[in-house]
């Protein structure tokens, strides 16, 4: 039986098991949730071990438990090593989206819900695409998953885990599913992530919320305090303002830089797409340079004062704002962390005080295509898709990857089947049935091309 009739007649029996990880909220970043976690890692082991690896188990970190199973076919045959996460991010604010957020639809021909795509679909994909193979007897290499419940959160217990656990995670490659394509005809394999910085920050005024009237203008706004500091971070240029931020930067051949411009990019469907005017972003560089060789700073988020309906008079004694970096190759968090920190307290005012806590980083990532696993790959989606996939550079970041590199010596092939469109993070996650499809079929011809 081929792929395409394999998955045509158990389409019903994925759905129903995709929709079974999904409707369990396991959302890493609130704490409330790790009994959620659990159920929903005790729920891969089920699935991976129906599939037909030969162990599954569910082990301890520091913080929540990773999946890892096994299929050894013999010893002496390359290993090929599988990662995703089980986590997901929060679904706020839930009022966005179409339908329940952990209730997953189909809705014109794409799967609406938290984790369709960002990591539950894209992991899935393997396991069906390991189910085929095993099923029908042609997996000629062993396999290995390792599904971990703290990607959305940057991976803090993972590093420590790899260390204790190198001689049972070694294999030849590591094939990982949470990126992106650049259109559904256009197929493209990642070479290349940005690194992550993420703080929050907390600006006191006051020891308390004081009356507006009373003591406005004596005291200060620390809203307004903290909105002046954000707003001296990025120039009228897009440029980041902190000292040494860039003194790292890796400068981009033009050779390189002439390849970026050949990646097709509709900038006024993008524009149309995000509902904005114009892009913006540092001045001498293509959007696409932007968002995948270029560094930023962004505010995720602020508030403080009151915000619920009417009116309330009050001078805020507190304001907070989450603040994140994408980091580029040879920049480094454990250095990019301290100059972000000295500059924020350089430029906070004396008549606040200010905290800055640092909540987690990652390095950045730049894959090889001329290896053995990036070739078998490249042939893979070649045949699935009716087109060679171009190597991009992509503005996201995945912890782990570095740390596989760093500690178990292994550069991921970073196979992605998700699309811009398809609102990872945001209200109204969706994911093409049809590229679950494609996704199946083009792993399964990856362990093909491996193989031989």
Same mark, same amino acid.
């Given at each position: ?61 520091? #913080? ?331 503005? #996201? ?56």
């Amino acid at each position: 039986m081929d792929i395409k009739t394999y998955i045509k007649e158990n389409q019903p029996r994925f759905f129903e098991e995709l929709f079974s990880l999904i409707r369990i909220p396991s959302v890493s970043s609130h704490s409330h949730r790790k009994a959620e976690i659990q159920q929903c890692a005790e729920l891969w082991k089920k699935l991976l071990l129906q599939a037909g690896v030969d162990t599954a188990e569910i082990l301890p970190t520091k #913080g929540n438990p990773v999946v890892f199973a096994t299929k050894i076919i013999d010893p002496k045959l390359p290993t090929v090593m599988v990662y995703g996460h089980y986590d997901v991010m929060p679904a706020e604010p839930l009022e966005l989206w179409d339908s329940p957020p952990f209730e997953p639809e189909i809705r014109d021909g794409k799967v609406f819900a938290r984790g369709a795509d960002d990591d539950k679909g894209q992991s899935f994909l393997h396991a069906k695409a390991f189910e085929y193979l095993i099923r029908t007897n042609q997996l000629k290499c062993n396999v290995k998953f390792i599904l971990e419940g703290e990607e959305e959160i940057g991976s803090p217990s993972l590093e420590d885990f790899c260390r204790k656990n190198k001689k049972m995670l070694k294999c030849d490659t590591i094939l990982v599913s949470d990126t992106s394509m650049l259109a559904a005809d256009k197929p493209s394999i990642t070479t290349g992530l940005r690194g992550l910085g993420y703080w929050e920050i907390e600006v006191t005024a006051a020891n308390r919320d004081l009356h507006s009237g009373i003591f406005g203008g004596a005291v200060a706004n620390p809203i307004m305090e903290l909105s002046k500091i954000l707003g001296q971070l990025i120039d009228k240029d897009g440029k980041i303002t902190i000292p040494k931020f860039y003194k790292d930067v890796e400068n981009v051949s033009k050779k390189e830089r002439d390849l970026f411009a050949q990646i097709p990019l509709d900038e006024e469907e993008y524009k149309k797409d995000l509902g904005i005017k114009h892009v913006f972003g540092e001045k001498g560089y293509s959007t696409i340079e932007r968002t995948g060789i270029r560094p930023t700073l962004d505010i995720c988020g602020i508030w403080g004062g009151y915000t619920g309906e009417g009116s309330k008079t009050v001078l805020p004694s507190k304001a907070y704002a989450k603040l994140s970096t994408r980091l580029v190759p040879n920049q480094k968090f454990n250095k990019i962390a301290p100059l972000v920190e000295k500059h924020l307290k350089k430029i906070a005012p004396k008549h606040i005080d200010i905290k800055i806590t640092r909540l987690h980083g990652a390095e950045s990532y730049v894959c090889p295509i001329d290896s053995k696993a990036y070739q078998a790959a490249e042939k893979a989606y070649e045949k699935a898709f009716g087109k060679k996939p171009l190597p991009v550079r992509r503005g #996201g970041s995945i912890g782990v990857i570095p740390v596989f590199e760093k500690v178990l010596g292994i550069k991921p092939i970073l196979m992605g089947f998700g699309l811009e469109s398809n609102a990872i993070h945001s209200p109204n996650e969706s994911f093409r049935i049809d590229l679950y499809e494609k996704g199946i079929e083009t792993i399964v011809e990856f362990y093909h091309q491996y193989s031989k």
